[in-house]
């Protein structure tokens, strides 16, 4: 039982570049997100699913895209990466929607990204 | 649409000792849940405890513990007999019911326990 993994680990773009990052997991949750977290700041959501197939927009979605075609995957890209995107990008999912501690978000490891 | 204030960017603590980090919050949702993550100098995020707002305690697990005040809108994370291997960031969390119930992170806490 991995959990939530994500691939790459790190990884350093030129401006202009694009890349994907995968999203993994095991547990069969319905619910993932894409999280970014830069020095001195919480996370912050890019974009979540609520199931296969679904994906909505979150707090800071300008630049990124994501597709979720099988329920245990969750796909980030980046069509035209700027120095702005540098930043530590963690997936997340959970079982439930309902309040409760069944809603713990699990977490990846992260992805550490740096554009030039 | 909610919001987290952590106004504690470092703290420090004598192992052994207790210590309380800071959270209030600001929602419109009648019911709601708050959560509290621990990610270490390694990075990952490790859920550390839960309190939702109509939980008729406040959540305990462990040495950590909440002290939830609802009219204050706080949600205070104490830490008890601290240990070095407390030392790490700490966020609180809200769940976001707008937003599929992601969460929304304070800044964060850093805490430092000495010897």
């Known amino acids: 039982n991995a959990g939530v993994t994500q691939t790459p680990k790190f990884r350093v773009l030129k401006t202009g570049q694009s890349m994907t990052l995968l999203c993994a997991q095991d547990?069969?949750?319905?619910?993932m997100y894409w999280y970014r977290q830069d020095p001195g700041m919480g996370l912050r959501l890019i974009h979540y699913?609520?199931?296969?197939?679904?994906?909505a927009k979150g707090e800071v979605p300008d630049g990124y895209n994501v597709s979720r075609l099988k329920k245990q995957n969750f796909l980030l890209g980046l069509e035209s990466a700027a120095p702005s995107q540098t930043s530590v990008y963690f997936c997340?999912?959970?079982?439930?929607?309902?309040?409760?501690?069944?809603?713990?978000?699990?977490f990846g490891p992260g992805t550490r990204l740096t554009v030039l | 649409a909610q919001k987290i204030t952590q106004t504690q960017p470092g703290m420090f603590v004598q192992e052994k000792e207790a210590v309380t980090l800071d959270c209030t919050y600001d929602?419109?949702?009648?019911?709601?849940?708050l959560f509290w993550y621990k990610q270490p100098s390694s990075g990952e995020m490790i859920f550390l405890i839960y309190q939702g707002s109509y939980d008729q305690q406040n959540a305990t697990e462990g040495r950590y513990s909440l002290n939830f005040q609802k009219a204050r809108k706080s949600a205070n994370l104490v830490i008890s007999a601290s240990q070095l291997g407390d030392s790490a960031m700490y966020f609180c969390a809200i769940l976001n019911s707008n937003s599929g119930y992601a969460l929304n992170f304070g800044k964060g806490t850093s805490l430092l326990v000495t010897p």
């Open positions: 699913s609520v199931g296969e197939g679904t994906t």
């Open positions: 929602t419109s949702d009648p019911s709601y849940g």
């Open positions: 547990m069969n949750h319905e619910y």
């Open positions: 997340a999912s959970s079982y439930s929607p309902y309040l409760g501690a069944d809603n713990e978000q699990f």
